[in-house]
């Protein structure tokens, strides 16, 4: 279980209650990175970006356990990483999230795949608009 100390006591990230456990993020992180590297629009853009795919990939997966199971394993800043992406456009954000939904659907219990989604719509919504407005854009809600 997915317990961190907390000065106001010890915290439970939200995928505990849904049956996430660091398995469950590892074959979503891989699973979804495998497909999108095979992707024809989003393959270019990660294939160009990533030099370490294993090193990229348990980066990934601090992330998600850092989200959904609030272990604080991941140090870093998505926002800063994507700005420095070359390619990564707002129409590429709807293909990346119809794949991670696929993927979700297909690799983890419903109501866990039901949490990835809501996680990843939110911070892709997030990321969007932060680099829209890093390049003085302002692209409509998605919601």
Known sequence: MSIVDHPRGPRIGPGVAVGITEGVIRTQVHTFYGRVREDPVLGPIFNGAVDDWDEHLAKLCDFWSSVLL???????????????????????????LEIWRDTARSVCRPEAADLFIAKAEMIGESLKLGLAAGRGEIPPLTR
Do not use: L
């Not at 609030?70 to 990346?96: D, L, Q, Y």
């Open 70 to 96: 609030v272990t604080g394993r991941f140090k870093g800043s998505p926002m800063a990483a994507h700005a420095r992406t070359p390619g990564i456009e707002t129409e590429h954000f709807p293909r990346w």
